[in-house]
C-alpha cells in the first residue's frame, strides 16, 4: 500500500527556516517524480516543487531561490527545506506522487500524504 | 501560463441529483492532461480523473470526465451524501511548470 507521511510543520517566525520530510512507503521513490503542493487556510491547491526521478528540479517562482526539493532514494524519503519564510507561505503542504514512473510527462498526482501545516508568524 | 477557471463556483444540490462541473482552459490542454481530485474538509486531494475521462483506481463509475481542448468537465451521476466535497481540476504535462489548478467548486448539500 502506497503511503506518504509529511512531518515537520510548525509555527515559525518570518524569515526563518523549516525542512518537510515526506516518508514513503510501498513503491520504489526513485522511480517517481515527486512533487509539493501547498494549500493556503481556506484556499485552493498551488503547485510548490516537483523533483525528477533524476534529480532534475523545478520550482514555482513563487518559492524560488528561497526553497529547495530534495530527497534521498536510500532513505525513501522526499524533502522541502524552506528559507527566508513569508506570511504568505503560510499553508498545508502535502507531498505527492506522479502517476506514472518515467513517460516523460509530469503527470497528475496519484497519491498525497495527509499534510503538514506551517504557520509563518509576522 | 494557462489558466483554469472552474463553475460553478458553489452547486447545491440533493442526493440521487446528477451534478456537472466545469473546467475551462485559456489555452487548449495538450493530449488531455487534465485530472480531477475531490477534497474534503481537512483531508488530502484524492485522484478521481486523469486523461480527462480515465477513473483513476477504485472511484465509482458514477464519477465520469469528458471534455477536450479547453473545455472539461466532471460529472457525477447520481450523488451520494459522500461526494459532498470541493473538487479541483488539475492541469499537468511536459514540465511541472505547467502544474495548474483550477480554484475549485464546493459541492453542498441543498
Known amino acids: 500500500e502506497v503511503q506518504l507521511l509529511e512531518s515537520g510543520g510548525g509555527l515559525v517566525q518570518s524569515g526563518g527556516s523549516l525542512r518537510l520530510p515526506c516518508a514513503a512507503s510501498?513503491?520504489?521513490?526513485?522511480?517517481?517524480?515527486m512533487t509539493w503542493v501547498r494549500q493556503a487556510p481556506g484556499k485552493g491547491l498551488e503547485w510548490v516543487a516537483s523533483?525528477?526521478?533524476?534529480?532534475?528540479?523545478h520550482y514555482s517562482d513563487s518559492v524560488k531561490g528561497r526553497f529547495t526539493i530534495s530527497r534521498d532514494n536510500s532513505k525513501n524519503m522526499l524533502y522541502l527545506q524552506m528559507s527566508s519564510l513569508r506570511a504568505e507561505d503560510t499553508a498545508v503542504y502535502f507531498c505527492?506522487?506522479?502517476?506514472?514512473?518515467?513517460?516523460?510527462?509530469?503527470?497528475?498526482?496519484?497519491?498525497w500524504g495527509q499534510g503538514t501545516l506551517v504557520t509563518v508568524s509576522s | 501560463e494557462v489558466v483554469l477557471t472552474q463553475s460553478p463556483g458553489t452547486l447545491s444540490l440533493s442526493p440521487g441529483e446528477r451534478a456537472t462541473l466545469s473546467c475551462r482552459a485559456s489555452?487548449?490542454?495538450?493530449?488531455?492532461?487534465l485530472a480531477w481530485y475531490q477534497q474534503k474538509p481537512g483531508q488530502a486531494p484524492r485522484l478521481l480523473i486523469y486523461?480527462?475521462?480515465s477513473r483513476a483506481t477504485g472511484i465509482p463509475d458514477r464519477f465520469s470526465g469528458s471534455g477536450s481542448g479547453t473545455d472539461f468537465t466532471l460529472t457525477i451521476s447520481r450523488l451520494e451524501p459522500e461526494d459532498f466535497a470541493v473538487y479541483y481540476c488539475?492541469?499537468?504535462?511536459?514540465?511541472?511548470?505547467?502544474?495548474?489548478f483550477g480554484q475549485g467548486t464546493k459541492l453542498e448539500i441543498k
Open positions: 505527492a506522487k506522479d502517476g506514472h514512473p518515467g513517460n516523460g510527462v509530469w503527470d497528475y498526482f496519484d497519491y
Open positions: 510501498g513503491f520504489t521513490l526513485s522511480n517517481y517524480a
Open positions: 523533483i525528477g526521478g533524476g534529480g532534475d528540479t
Open positions: 489555452q487548449t490542454v495538450s493530449s488531455n492532461y
Open positions: 486523461g480527462a475521462s
Open positions: 488539475h492541469q499537468y504535462g511536459r514540465s511541472p511548470e505547467m502544474f495548474t
